[in-house]
C-alpha cells in the first residue's frame, strides 16, 4: 500500500458514504498541540517562507484534476455551511463548484508541473549581447499564509549568455509561478532560478513589486505600503549592471 493511499480513501470515501452532516470530517481538527498552532501562527503573520521550493505532498499529483476539483467542492460547500450561509439560495450554489475549479485550473494551476510553460532557448543569431529587461509583467498570486490576493508587477532582466528565449515565455514563467499559493521572496528566487535553466546564464534579475491584500484588507490594514524583493544573479551583483538594471525601471 502507498504511503498516502489511506489519506486519498479516506478523502474520497467521505461524504460519499457517512452522514451529510456539515461537521462530517470536521470533528478531529481541534487536537493539535497548543503551541505548535501558535508557532504557525507568528510563522504566517511574519510571512516567513521556509524553503526556496514550495512545499507539496509526495503524492501531490496522484489524484487528477477532476477528482481535486470534486473533493474541493464538497469541502468549500462544507466551510459557507458552517459560516452559517444558506446554499440553496440561487446565489451562492454554484459557489464551492466555481471556487473548486477556479482554485485547481486557474489560481492555484502553477502547483502541477504539467502546466509549467514550455521553454525552448535560441541560438542569439543577431548576437544581442545587452541587457534585456521586460518590466512591468502583472501577476496575481495568493498569500499561502491567509489566501488572499498577491498583485503586484515583475521585472525580469538577463544578459544572453548565447541563447534567447520569446519574449512571452518571460510572461509565462513569472504566470507559472505566481499561480500558486505563495510568499513573495519565495516567488522571486522560484523564478530566477528557473530563468536561469531556461536561459543557461546565470546573469539573471527579478524584481518584483507588489500589494499584500493581507496586509491591506485585515490584520494591520495598511493599504499604501508595497514589499519589494529581488533576486541578483552573476552579473546583476555587480554594481554597474544592477545600476543600468534599475535605470531601465524608471523609464
Ligand atoms: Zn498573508
Known amino acids: 500500500m502507498k504511503p498516502n493511499e489511506t489519506l486519498w480513501s479516506s478523502l474520497l470515501n467521505e461524504g460519499h458514504n457517512g452522514s451529510n452532516h456539515p461537521m462530517n470530517g470536521f470533528q478531529g481538527g481541534g487536537q493539535d498541540h497548543q503551541g505548535k498552532h501558535g508557532q504557525?501562527?507568528?510563522?504566517?503573520?511574519?510571512?516567513?517562507?521556509?524553503?526556496?521550493?514550495?512545499?507539496?505532498?509526495?503524492d501531490a499529483f496522484e489524484l487528477d484534476d477532476?477528482?481535486?476539483?470534486?473533493?474541493?467542492?464538497?469541502?468549500?460547500?462544507?466551510?459557507?455551511?458552517?459560516?452559517?450561509l444558506d446554499l440553496s439560495d440561487d446565489s451562492l450554489s454554484g459557489t464551492p463548484r466555481r471556487v473548486a475549479k477556479m482554485y485547481v485550473k486557474e489560481i492555484f494551476s502553477g502547483l502541477d508541473p504539467k502546466n509549467k510553460p514550455a521553454v525552448r532557448s535560441f541560438e542569439n543569431s543577431y548576437g544581442y549581447d545587452q541587457m534585456l529587461v521586460e518590466k512591468d509583467i502583472t501577476f496575481y498570486s495568493q498569500c499561502e499564509h491567509h489566501f488572499v490576493p498577491i498583485i503586484g508587477f515583475a521585472h525580469v532582466a538577463y544578459i544572453s549568455s548565447g541563447r534567447v528565449v520569446g519574449l512571452s515565455?518571460?510572461?509565462r514563467i513569472v504566470q507559472y509561478?505566481?499561480?500558486?499559493p505563495q510568499v513573495q521572496e519565495r516567488m522571486t528566487r522560484q523564478i530566477a532560478e528557473e530563468l536561469k535553466k531556461s536561459?543557461?546564464?546565470?546573469?539573471?534579475?527579478?524584481?518584483?513589486?507588489?500589494?499584500?491584500?493581507?496586509?491591506?484588507s485585515r490584520g494591520i490594514q495598511d493599504t499604501n505600503s508595497k514589499t519589494i524583493t529581488?533576486?541578483?544573479?552573476?552579473?546583476?551583483?555587480?554594481e554597474k549592471t544592477k545600476t543600468e538594471f534599475l535605470k531601465y525601471l524608471e523609464l
Open 40 to 58: 504557525a501562527d507568528e510563522l504566517g503573520e511574519a510571512h516567513v517562507a521556509t524553503s526556496v521550493d514550495t512545499p507539496l505532498r509526495p
Open 66 to 84: 477532476d477528482t481535486k476539483i470534486e473533493l474541493i467542492e464538497d469541502r468549500f460547500k462544507q466551510i459557507m455551511e458552517i459560516l452559517g
Open 169 to 171: 515565455k518571460l510572461n
Open 177 to 180: 509561478y505566481a499561480r500558486r
Open 199 to 216: 536561459l543557461n546564464t546565470e546573469d539573471v534579475a527579478v524584481v518584483m513589486v507588489a500589494d499584500h491584500l493581507c496586509v491591506a
Open 230 to 238: 529581488a533576486a541578483y544573479n552573476g552579473k546583476f551583483l555587480e
